[in-house]
């Protein structure tokens, strides 16, 4: 019972950033001023953007929560939880310290990261988290199946 728990509140944090990033969306299409530019030293910044982009990574929660609800093996619910519990959290620092402040600066190699190397860095941190975490499940679901 509680390993289903624990799956049902992976599933539900994917879906709470789902529904989040629902409510920034509609707050940012209907014109509220919560979603304007703020100036943050000097530089416009939209924090709805943001917070969708910082929110993005746990909606690869809902990709890979629900294939534990018709695996057996609780061992590769637990490693993949461990992995996720360190990954995301990374996932999400990285993403707020290339989308949020000041880019401007020594020899314009971090006027780069304003555009697509963030969206590359971003991406593929994804990428990469769905790999892993593919790899973990597949190995742990195959360790549990060659148990007597």
């Not at 994917?14 to 703020?38: E, K, N, P, Q, T």
């Not at 996720?84 to 999400?92: A, G, I, K, R, T």
Request: glycine share 8%; net charge positive.
């Amino acid at each position: 019972m509680k390993a289903l728990t624990a799956k049902t509140i992976a599933l539900a944090v994917g879906l709470g950033a789902l529904l989040i990033i629902f409510i920034i969306l509609f707050l940012d299409s209907s014109g509220s001023a919560v979603c304007g530019y703020w100036y943050v030293n000097g530089y416009p910044t939209n924090f709805c953007n943001v917070a969708i982009l910082a929110m993005s990574p746990f909606l690869l929660l809902i990709l890979f929560a629900p294939v534990f609800f018709f695996l057996q093996s609780l061992d590769a619910f637990y490693a993949w939880r461990r992995f996720s519990y360190w990954w995301l959290p990374l996932s999400v620092a990285t993403t707020l310290m290339l989308t949020s402040g000041n880019h401007g600066g020594g020899l314009g190699i971090e006027s780069a990261l304003d555009g697509d190397i963030a969206l590359l860095i971003m991406a593929s941190l994804s990428l990469c988290y769905i790999l892993i975490s593919s790899v973990i499940i597949v190995r742990k679901w195959i360790e549990s199946k060659h148990r007597p």
